[in-house]
């Protein structure tokens, strides 16, 4: 991972002095009509030949294109950067392009980058004629890089690929980021990202929907790190197929981590051709996977042969050492874990630890054959390390709601953090009574700790007694801590009373649930009501899923905000239901590469990013996804807010997408003049607010304006993009105010004057 640090200073500072030329001054048309092929070229040429960095603008605008290749084989040595605003397209007949390997191709570089915009393929036509059975070319992919090093590739989207849409062969150290890949389901051979005959490869803060593999890993690779990817659907993460020649190199050295599969036909596999080979896949770790309806989560298949007239051979690949580590979630078959490996090189090493997964509510079947763990011999369903179980009754807990358990609950964590073995801390039917509780991590011997909560935990009738704190429970440095299910309930409504009825003596309040300084968290089926503050808070954490998550507050409860995410790294929210007081959601300064999904918002103020900008000295806000949400009765749907003064903060690459609003107040917002002081500063905000993205967004407005987009005289909010969006008013038609905002627009109601209209390609 250091060696991917050097490469990212380094491509910052190479660009510094870097010579910039843009593909409009070599005869390139943004009309997506006029061949900008020859353009293209000429400007890679001048590139080439220079001695300095080089960064080629692709500026807004829809440039058509057929196979191109960038050869730095006979360029000058240095690092060039491709910065594409727009998007590339493909010819409209799939056969201009679809008998070459490639449609983008680079080679032979050393320093290549490719940062943003969108390559349309147009592979669709090609795909109709691939189910016909006609006789239809292969198909290019979208974008290959061969023998090459030290390249990046950050927020580029790849729509509707012939065939592959990012192919690294033969690369050395390669960096994926924020890349964006989407086909239909059923497209064939359209994996979204295939790494073969590479090292030191990682992909990060991806999402992949396409019909094959999310990610493929194809013999020759050593050292792939792929970390917060979104994969669904598609065939899942595959390894594989090896074994295909006789003599082949093999697959080493591969960590999947903190991977979100929905849909897929597999999970996490590894397969290979049933016939002798030399090849091999071992030191391979899968952890931190969470599978939504996946019909295969976990899969070795070591007869894999997709033609009818299989030989009835055996797989030479050797499968070895290979760890699947907190795999939860739901199998679409009955069988969840499938071990089929090869009865000539068994697979070995195979180690399952805290994994989780069911079928029709029920614990999902395993199936193996020839294959051995490390220490329990042959691998039989349940034969993973059981943890340790550990009841609050047994450290003094009482379920009758009246005897404080404080010190049960802190006794039982201490011995849990003690272990070094996965231990699960149970707390049973009842209600517990508990006041303020830190669990410590420090010093824990970082093994998995399970909260599994069948009960209540409620607080003290006297709010004062937890207010006297910040937090009412709370994880301080903690590392794959898990909380299942239970209740957890503040007894809020009496401070409520003390602050609505004007009370200055009043506390501020506990939040209920924080975690700070943690990773690898997940809360799934947890209720939390009536909170004296927030409900729950990450902060300063990596790694989070929070899903199936219940909660509820009095519409007039102040501050009650459901989930406030701050200072943290890779967060992702689904299938929750929140109505509370203030907002659904919030996502303070600090945070990146946060996901929402399938959300219920009501009531409430919506989903908020910010309050940014208080503070001059502030982190940002980066990649932030907001996906399915319905919204009813809301003060706003989708809000960024910033405070009215000076800041160094920045909200960028944002997506708000199919959502619908019932009788929102405020349904698209952004306030740059955000202010609770009285009175307020006369001043514009420093916040940067940019590349922010709503689609497909539908639903009536409570009131008239239903689309807001007050940004800073200082700072103008850009890249704003609306697609699809339809708003109105219920007794009048619905209207449009913008300041200082700018971008495009593709069929929005209401009409929007500050952003173009244009034809967006999603």
């Known amino acids: 991972m250091a060696s991917l640090l050097v490469l990212s200073i380094f491509f910052f500072l190479s660009s ?48 058509l294109l057929r196979s191109v290749t960038f050869d730095g084989s006979k360029c000058k040595p240095k690092p060039v950067t491709f910065r594409i605003d727009g998007t590339l397209v493909a010819p409209a007949d799939y056969r201009v392009i679809g008998n070459e390997d490639y449609w983008i191709f680079f080679q032979h570089l050393d320093g290549v980058t490719v940062y943003g915009g969108v390559l349309d393929a147009r592979g669709a036509s090609l795909w109709d004629c691939k189910k016909s059975g006609k006789n239809c070319p292969s198909g290019a992919t979208t974008i290959g890089f061969q023998s090459s090093s030290n390249v990046m590739v950050s927020g580029l989207t790849s729509l509707n690929s012939q065939m592959f849409h990012v192919v690294i062969n033969g690369c050395n150290n390669v960096k994926l980021q924020g890349v964006k890949v989407l086909a239909a389901g059923n497209s064939p051979n359209t994996d979204g990202i295939h790494v073969q005959s590479s090292s030191t490869v990682s992909i990060f803060n ?5 019909g094959d593999d999310c990610v493929s890993i194809g013999p020759g690779t050593n050292g ?55 090849g091999f896949a071992k030191n391979i770790r899968f952890q931190h996977c969470v599978m939504n309806n996946v019909e295969n989560p976990i899969i070795i298949d070591q007869n894999y ?24 979630g739901t199998s679409a078959t009955e069988v969840g874990v499938k071990l089929d490996c090869s009865s000539k090189k068994p697979c070995t090493g195979i180690r399952l630890e805290d994994v989780k997964l069911t079928y029709r509510n029920k614990p999902a079947a395993s199936a193996c054959t020839h294959a051995g763990g490390i220490e329990a011999g042959f691998f039989q369903p349940n034969s993973h390390p059981i943890p340790s179980t550990l009841n609050v009754l047994s450290y003094g807990a009482k379920p009758d709601g ?12 201490d011995v849990a953090c003690a272990s070094a073995n996965p231990t699960t801390i149970i707390v049973p039917k009842g209600r517990f009574l508990v006041g303020n509780l830190v669990f410590q991590g420090n010093e824990c011997k970082q093994a998995p700790i399970s909260i599994r909560i069948a009960g209540s935990i409620v607080a003290p009738d006297d709010f004062r007694i937890i207010a006297r704190s910040e937090h009412w429970i709370s994880f301080e440095d903690v590392t794959d801590v898990s909380i299942y299910g239970g209740i957890l309930d503040a007894q809020g409504t009496s401070l409520w009373k003390c602050k609505n009825n004007g009370g200055h003596n009043c506390p501020t309040g506990a939040k209920s649930l924080m975690f700070s300084g943690s990773n690898n968290i997940k809360i799934n089926g947890l209720t939390s009501i009536n909170s004296q503050r927030f409900h729950i808070v990450i902060d ?105 003064k000076d800041s160094n903060s920045f909200a960028r690459n944002i997506v708000f997408q199919h959502i619908n609003m019932k009788m929102v107040k405020n349904p698209i917002i952004i306030d740059q003049h955000y202010c609770l002081d009285k009175p307020c500063p006369k001043q514009e905000s420093g916040v940067k607010v940019s590349n922010v993205r709503y689609e497909d967004i539908h639903g009536t407005s409570n009131t008239e304006v239903a689309v807001l987009l007050d940004c800073s005289k200082e700072k103008p909010c850009t890249g704003i993009v609306m697609d699809d969006v339809n708003l109105v008013s219920v007794n009048r038609p619905a209207q449009a105010s913008c300041d200082n905002a700018n971008g495009l627009a593709n069929d929005v109601v209401p009409f929007t004057p500050c952003l173009k209209s244009e034809i967006i390609m999603t």
Request: a neutral charge; glycine letters at 12%.
């Open 16 to 63: 510094c002095s870097a010579q910039s030329y843009n593909v409009l001054s070599f005869g390139a048309k943004p009309d997506g009509k006029t061949d900008a092929t020859k353009a293209f070229m000429a400007v890679w040429e001048t590139a080439c030949a220079s001695t300095r960095p080089v960064t080629i603008v692709v500026p807004k605008g829809r440039f």
């Open 540 to 644: 300063k954490s990596n790694n989070v899923n929070i899903d199936g998550v219940k909660v509820s507050a009095d519409g007039n409860s102040p501050n009650t905000d459901g989930i406030h995410v701050e200072s943290s790294h890779s967060v992702h929210i689904t299938n929750s239901r929140i109505g509370t007081g203030d907002d659904c959601i919030s996502i303070g300064p600090g945070s990146t590469d946060v996901f929402i999904q399938n959300i219920q918002c009501g009531p409430g103020h919506g989903i908020s990013i910010g309050s940014l900008g208080r503070a001059e000295e502030e982190q940002g806000v980066d990649n932030v996804t907001v996906s399915n949400v319905d919204f009813t009765g809301t003060n706003n749907g989708v809000r960024i807010k910033t405070w009215g």
């Open 224 to 278: 792939l790190w792929i970390e917060n990817v979104a994969c669904g659907p598609g065939h899942g993460i595959s390894i594989g197929s090896l074994g295909k020649d006789s003599v082949e190199s093999g697959v080493q050295n591969v960590t999947v981590k903190t991977v979100t599969f929905t849909g897929t036909d597999n999970g996490v596999r590894i397969k290979s051709w049933a016939r002798p080979s030399s």
């Open 305 to 328: 042969c997709p033609e009818h007239d299989c030989p009835r051979q055996v797989s030479g690949i050797k499968i070895s050492d290979v760890l699947f580590v907190d795999i939860h």
């Open 402 to 413: 009246s005897k404080d358990s404080t010190k049960a609950f802190l006794a039982a964590w």
């Open 206 to 210: 991806t999402k992949i929907s396409t």
